[in-house]
């Protein structure tokens, strides 16, 4: 494994929509707390739809323990706007951008990613699945 960077200059930005209920969220945190990133990191969980903090206080609840910040987002737009609107606050160099229904599948996922994007000639990477969440049955 690569050495860890001088600072944490890396943010994974995980979105939470309120619309979606807690369930995708219990499922990223079981997948986060089960797989390591692999590199030292930022968590920002970027609330989408929540008004009142009321709403917020069981997945904080759940996220007692794990070092983290939040923002919260109205929800109106695709989720590209409460990704800019978490990139424009964000001081470090590279974010990781986690939609409401990811799920990590593997140790060292985070450093996978950031081996490759810190080469010069590399300006994006990423990892998707997204197909899977519009599914109500697992594909076999």
Same mark, same amino acid.
């Given at each position: 494994?690569?050495?860890?960077?001088?600072?944490?200059?890396?943010? !994974?930005?995980?979105?939470?929509?309120?619309?979606?209920? +807690? &369930?995708?969220?219990?499922?990223?945190?079981?997948?986060?707390?089960? =797989?390591?990133?692999? +590199?030292?990191?930022?968590? @920002?969980? %970027?609330?989408?739809?929540?008004?009142?903090?009321?709403?917020?206080?069981?997945? &904080?609840?759940l996220l007692s323990g !794990?070092? #983290?910040?939040? %923002?919260?987002?109205?929800?109106?737009?695709?989720? %590209?706007?409460?990704?800019?609107?978490?990139?424009?606050?964000? /001081?470090? &160099?590279?974010?990781?951008? %986690?939609?409401?229904?990811?799920?990590?599948?593997?140790?060292?996922? @985070? #450093?996978?990613? =950031?081996?490759?994007? +810190?080469?010069?000639?590399?300006? +994006?990477?990423? /990892?998707?699945?997204?197909?899977?969440?519009?599914?109500?049955?697992? !594909?076999?």
């Amino acid at each position: 494994m690569n050495a860890q960077p001088a600072s944490s200059n890396i943010t !994974v930005v995980h979105l939470v929509r309120k619309r979606n209920g +807690i &369930e995708p969220f219990k499922q990223f945190l079981e997948s986060y707390l089960k =797989y390591p990133a692999g +590199i030292r990191h930022e968590l @920002l969980i %970027l609330y989408k739809g929540f008004t009142r903090s009321a709403e917020r206080a069981p997945y &904080e609840a759940l996220l007692s323990g !794990v070092r #983290h910040s939040f %923002l919260t987002v109205a929800d109106f737009g695709f989720d %590209l706007r409460a990704y800019f609107v978490a990139a424009e606050r964000s /001081a470090s &160099e590279y974010l990781c951008f %986690l939609n409401s229904f990811a799920v990590l599948m593997d140790k060292d996922w @985070l #450093h996978k990613l =950031y081996r490759h994007i +810190i080469k010069p000639e590399i300006g +994006i990477v990423g /990892a998707t699945g997204s197909w899977g969440s519009v599914c109500s049955e697992p !594909v076999t």
